[in-house]
């Protein structure tokens, strides 16, 4: 952890590159930074996944409306005010980001974080050592 989950309806596909938009919440992410200073997620723990939706309706119909969902996910540990921050990077990046649809059409964003209350939490593989500190 933590995840970020993009949920955006198809038709976002052809005004705006999904793929520089994960690349630009990951780094957003990246940067959030604790009341020390201290980086809060850890580079190898840092994931951005985008799905669009293969159906959806958006409001009432009457256009071809667009939608973007922004679920975080995090692990418990972390200050409300640290979870706030994370949360208002994530919305500064996705708004930038989304400005020149935003003024062409319009689009619903929601941004949410989750922090988990794991009842198992594995994590395993090789990406993490990449990323440790050598000291």
């Known amino acids: ?5 993009v949920l955006y309806t198809r038709n ?14 990951a780094d957003a992410m990246l940067a959030v930074k604790d009341e020390s ?3 809060v997620f850890p580079t190898g723990g840092t994931r951005v ?3 669009p939706a293969a ?3 958006v409001a009432d119909g009457s256009g071809d409306h667009a939608f973007c969902w922004f679920n975080l996910r995090m692990g418990r540990g972390r200050s409300e005010a640290v ?7 994530l919305a500064d990046a996705a708004k930038a980001h989304f400005a020149p649809v935003l003024a062409r059409r ?8 989750d922090v988990g209350a794991e009842v198992f939490d594995a994590k395993f593989g090789n990406l993490h050592p990449l990323f440790a500190k050598k000291t």
């Open 83 to 89: 979870q706030c921050a994370a949360g208002q990077a």
């Open 55 to 57: 159906h959806h309706a």
């Open 106 to 113: 319009p689009v619903g964003l929601t941004l949410q974080v």
């Open 1 to 5: 952890m933590p995840h970020l989950v």
């Open 49 to 51: 996944l985008a799905y």
């Open 12 to 25: 976002l596909e052809a005004e705006t590159d999904i793929g520089a938009l994960c690349r630009t919440l």
């Open 37 to 39: 200073g201290a980086q």
